[in-house]
Each structure stands twice: as structure tokens, then as C-alpha cells.
């Protein structure tokens, strides 16, 4: 059966927000700041534990998070050695016959800054988002949604990299990745522009955007 990669980033060093809502999520060993991380997706889902065993059982890399859906199946692997998960990457390529290249682009399918969020609307995003932040009334919140969905976590973390803001709420699973960020309104701009030229960046060396083959 063919496996498609949706998916596949590597994260030289995880942020510290990043990391530590990961772990609020992680079914296996939890990632801490500064461990180098990759991220896959694939399709059909249930071709993620084969991806997952060779490189538990061929490196040391521990193991995150493993979602496996119908359609889509993902996982988190990291190290604090980035040697050692970028071969992980390089068997789990390997066993796929694909390259780096061979990945899915990135549709950025919405970003947006929201400027001065009103208390109602903070108050019913922090009844839905448990895991990060509070989105505070009078900040301003950055979104984005892409699609394949495991690309938001690179987003993520470029943007934490390059701006002063909170990250209120990740989801990098299922159809599409969203991604909820707070800070001030220059804060929250920055972080969007980071994040975008992030997934342009990734996308110069990615199969184009809604290639089947």
C-alpha cells in the first residue's frame, strides 16, 4: 500500500511554550525546551506505527505523541541530540523511499490578526482552550489554520522564536493545524509574519500545494 507524507518537519530546538503545552498532551515521554523534535503525518493512518517502530527500535529518540486516525496518522519524536532525530528522519525516509522534498506543501488556509478582543470574547476562548494561556481582553490574538495540519507546529514555534507573545492554543491534528497566539498588537504581528514565512520557507522545497502523485 502507498504511504503519502503529509508531513515531515524538524524542529532544531523546541520554544519553551511550545514544549511545555506539548507536554500537557503527550502520551509518552514529554519533551522539554531545547530538544530537537520532528514532527510526520502520513496517509493512510495506520501506516504511522510502522514509521513509529523503526525509529524507536533504530535510534534513541523517544516518543511524544501518536495520533492515528483513519485518514491521517501522526507523530512527535524527540531528543535533546538533534544527530540522533535527524536519523530517525533519515530511516523513517528511508523505509518510504522519500526524501525531505517528497513532503505535502503547506496551504495556509487563514491568518489573522484580531486586534483588542473583547471580554466576551476572551472569556468564551478560554472556556474551549485549557492547555495554554489565558487570552486576556484588550490584547490581540493572532489565528492561523493550515492544511496539512502538522505543519502549525513548526508555525508555532518560528513565531514564539521570533515574537513576544503567549500561545493560548495548538491543535496539529486531524484535516488542518490551528493555531491561537496573544500579545500585543505589534507582538502578535510579528509572530504572524513570522510564522507565514516560515511555511513559504518550507514550502520552497515541498511537492506544490494539492499535488497527487
Known sequence: MTIS?????????????LASYLGTSSQGFLPVPGDACL???VAPGMAVHRL???ALKRTNVHMGEQVVERSFGSMEIHYRNQSEVQEAGRVILEQLASSPEDRMGCSIEWAEVICAVTPDHAT??????????ML??????FIMETEPAGYIVYAANEAEKAANVSLVDLKPFGSFGRLT?????????????????????????????????
Open 5 to 17: 507524507l503529509r508531513t515531515f518537519i524538524l524542529i532544531d530546538s523546541l520554544q519553551p511554550q
Open 39 to 41: 514532527w510526520i503525518e
Open 52 to 54: 513509529s517502530d523503526i
Open 124 to 133: 468564551l476562548i478560554n472556556r474551549q482552550m485549557r492547555r495554554g494561556s
Open 136 to 141: 486576556l481582553p484588550g490584547k490581540s490574538m
Open 181 to 213: 497566539m496573544m500579545g500585543t498588537e505589534a507582538e502578535a504581528a510579528a509572530a504572524a509574519a513570522a510564522a507565514q514565512a516560515a511555511i513559504e520557507a518550507l514550502n520552497r522545497h515541498a511537492r506544490p500545494i494539492g499535488y497527487k502523485g
